[in-house]
């Protein structure tokens, strides 16, 4: 990188191209978002593995080298410890890096970086190195990938103070939140659902409605909330449209920002329906879930009608290929939760 380079010369935010109203895919959202934060401000670059030419192993990146040219979206080494090595320099002369970590499985190497540089160096200089820094990490299962192709790591990095944690379920929430992390100076962990990326929905708005660490309730429903991120999200979904056949209407809640967490809108939300099951990919010993039901017993104890309820995988390392599926939570594991929770009686 040239000494030029490193000596930015930001200007005040433009306004970028407006998202199309026809359906498109959450890889396809991504890639919109990301020449938009190109378009809007000079300082912005983004940089992986494959992310170049090839326009990234999702090609999600697709194009943006050839609009943008190769100073600003570039090849990286595969290296992750460089890659978040590197964005934590950039951004402390002036740039708004959004590296890319081809998968979360490959994030490990990265962790002394990502733990000890990007989420620790803006307390370190008592505010005086920015670190705007959004890491965009490929996550989750769904894909029957090969083994550290699929992970979920969001605990991991929700436990990490100064570290901002993310997860879109759908297009339009993809497009939305990358623009409000991209823009955010602080460092964001942008989790994308590999299994969502060809999901098709209109974008909508354009901007984001909600600041950062907002809740959205997907689902309205009046006997018991489903709390999930993600993927889960739509897992959720399903769950709820087969109770309703049975006259049980359940709220699903999308967390979206699992760091930080929206205990007012989960508290509300549990409080209403008096029940609550949480459904995450990772492991259950120590997953976010466990967190969640922390949360909910803190600030809507009195109101809970039943124990907090997890669905989540097993403890087990994350598996590969076919036997993925019994490892996920399915919507009979769900549906066998949301009837104890309904069934419970106290002593």
Known sequence: MTELAL?????????????????VSMQQAINLALAR?????????????????????????DGLQRRFGDHRVFDTPLAESAIVGVAVGLAMNGWRPVPELQFDGFAYPAVDQIVNQMARMHYRTRGAAPMPITLRLPSFGGIQAPEHHGESLEALFAHV???????????GEAYRLLLQS????????????????WDRAPIGATEPADPIGTARVVRPGRHATLIAWG??????????????????HLEVLDLRWLKPIDTATLAESVRRTRRAVVVHEAPLTAGLGGEVAALVGEHAF??????????????????????????????????????????FQRA
Do not use: N
Request: glycine share 6%.
């Open 231 to 248: 993927s889960m999200v739509h897992r959720c979904l399903q769950v709820a449209e087969l109770a309703a056949e049975d006259g049980v």
């Open 7 to 23: 000596r930015p010369d930001p200007e005040e935010r433009r306004e970028g191209p407006a998202a199309p109203p026809t359906p």
């Open 37 to 61: 934060a190109l378009e809007e401000d000079d300082t912005t670059l983004v940089f992986g593995e494959d992310v170049g030419p090839l326009g990234g192993v999702f090609r999600v990146t």
């Open 302 to 343: 009195s109101s809970l009608a039943a124990p907090v309820e997890r669905v989540a995988g097993y403890d087990v390392p994350y598996p590969a290929g076919p036997l993925e599926r019994q490892y996920l939570p399915s919507v009979d594991r769900i549906l066998f939760a949301v009837q104890r929770t309904l069934e």
């Open 182 to 197: 991209v823009r955010a100076d602080d460092p964001v962990v942008f989790m994308e659902p590999k299994a969502r990326y």
């Open 161 to 171: 103070p100064g570290l901002k944690v993310v997860v879109p379920a759908d297009p």
